[in-house]
């Protein structure tokens, strides 16, 4: 089945630790996008990247890093410069329009330790 | 400011009713408007996206309908069923040169059986 596939799906961070999540997709998709989700809130867009080896900062970038080597691959990095990490992590992807009919992942929750 | 307000900020019908989710935006310039359904724990979902230049698109159960002059769209879902218990979030795409999906906050729709 086609489809984001993220890793973990929990995941704790102890002070002063990098994390990096998963994002793999099977779809062929060009555009990859990373989401960050607070309760009660949209979503905010972390990074993105349109085509292999480019990524573009999105509107909550600080503390975050990626990589885009792959295409099937997006991983974030939550680096200890983000000071409030606790949320829920959303890849996905787009093989249409950029931004339209965006296929998510089931997600990673982030928790500090 | 590129904002999209919903509301309300959630719901609670009877199975078979109608529900009904209001979007409204401030930016002449989105060219794009999805609707996106998200169960607990899982990412969100496609339901239904719109173009400006169409004023109702249906499918199925699920009818969006759009009022350029107002700066407002709605989602309607007819025959409302206790699976359709989720979270939606309209959302809507700048266009030009940097394509942004900008998000709003969610509405928690509950269908009592």
């Known amino acids: 089945d086609g489809g984001i596939t993220q890793s973990p799906k929990y995941l704790f961070r102890k002070e002063g630790q990098n994390v990096t999540l998963s994002c793999e997709q099977n779809l062929n998709h060009d555009a990859m996008y990373w989401y960050r989700q607070d309760p009660g809130q949209g979503l905010r867009l972390i990074y993105y990247s349109q085509i292999v080896n480019d990524f573009q900062k999105g509107d909550i970038a600080e503390g975050y890093s990626v990589s885009r080597e792959k295409k099937e691959s997006f991983p974030l990095t939550v680096t200890s410069a983000q000071k409030n990490p606790t949320a829920f992590y959303l890849c996905a992807s787009s093989g249409g329009g950029f931004n339209e009919k965006l296929f998510f992942g089931s997600g990673t929750q982030l928790s500090v330790l | 400011q590129q904002q999209v307000k919903q509301s309300p900020q959630s719901l609670i019908v009877q199975k078979g009713g109608i529900s009904i989710i209001n979007c409204a935006y401030e930016?002449?310039?989105?060219?794009?408007f999805p609707w996106y359904q998200q169960f607990p724990g899982k990412g969100p979902a496609l339901l239904i996206a719109?173009?400006?230049?169409?004023s109702e698109k249906k499918e199925g159960r699920f009818t969006i309908s759009f009022n350029k002059s107002a700066k407002q769209f709605s989602l309607h879902i007819m025959d409302s069923q206790p699976g359709d218990s989720a979270t939606y979030f309209c959302a809507a795409r700048t266009q030009g040169g940097s394509e942004k999906l900008v998000f709003g906050k969610g509405m928690k729709l509950t269908v009592n059986p």
């Open positions: 930016n002449t310039a989105f060219d794009y």
């Open positions: 719109i173009r400006p230049d169409v």
